[in-house]
């Protein structure tokens, strides 16, 4: 498996030399393992030859421990990436204790689209700026999105009540009386 044999194994390697030499480790995975390794589960290779979508029908995201999962969007091709975000999957990465722990979430666009990407659409700067930069809280995706799998310590397991039909959670309407 892409994960165990190119981002953990390798990872746990070097925290093993490190600890020896007293060496604070850097980063744990680079947004493009993240990508390579969403490819391979959703078996999407991607048409990745400049600005735009991830893969051909998602974008990744990944975030250590619980923090936001940052979007940027680019000065000459932002906005249309934009409405790309709307229209299509979002891959959500949790991470944390190196590795250790990963969960992937599952939110489609349109589930995304009215609580985050038409907000931004609408607070788009005029004159634009290098990068426009937005944050999905961690806590949207664990409320709203679908846990796909989880990996601990290599290991995956797979939650026994996803569910392709997921909508985002919606308050609950009072019962009349």
Same mark, same amino acid.
């Given at each position: !498996?892409?994960f165990? #044999?190119y !981002?953990? /194994? *390798?990872?746990q /390697?070097k925290?093993?030399?490190y600890g020896a030499?007293a060496?604070?480790p =850097? =980063?744990?995975?680079? *947004?493009?393992? @993240?990508e390579?390794? #969403?490819?391979? $589960?959703?078996k999407d290779? /991607?048409?990745?030859l400049?600005a735009?979508?991830?893969l051909s029908g ?8 619980h923090?936001?999962? %940052?979007y940027?969007y680019?000065?000459n091709t932002g906005?249309h990436?934009?409405?790309?975000d !709307?229209n299509? /999957?979002?891959?959500f990465?949790d991470? @944390? ?8 979430r599952?939110a489609?666009g349109?589930w &995304? ?9 609408r607070?788009?700067?005029? +004159?634009? *700026?290098?990068?426009?930069?937005r944050n999905i809280p961690?806590?949207?995706v664990? %409320?709203?999105? &679908?846990?796909? !799998?989880? $990996?601990?310590d290599g %290991?995956v397991?797979? +939650?026994?009540? #996803?569910?392709?039909?997921?909508? +985002?959670?919606?308050?609950k #309407?009072?019962p009349?009386?």
């Open positions: !498996m892409f165990h #044999a !981002m953990y /194994g *390798p990872l /390697g925290l093993r030399l030499r060496v604070k =850097g =980063g744990v995975a680079m *947004p493009s393992d @993240w390579v390794f #969403a490819s391979i $589960l959703v290779l /991607g048409t990745k400049g735009g979508i991830d998602y974008e990744v995201k990944s975030a250590e421990g923090k936001n999962y %940052e940027q680019h000065k906005r990436k934009l409405r790309q !709307m299509v /999957g979002h891959l990465f991470h @944390w204790n190196h590795l250790r722990q990963v969960d992937l599952y489609h349109n &995304i689209k009215q609580k985050f990407f038409d907000v931004w659409l607070d788009y700067p005029d +004159p634009y *700026p290098q990068r426009y930069r961690f806590n949207w664990k %409320e709203n999105g &679908i846990l796909l !799998m989880s $990996l601990k %290991e397991t797979f +939650p026994t009540s #996803a569910s392709t039909s997921h909508q +985002p959670t919606k308050k #309407a009072k009349s009386k």
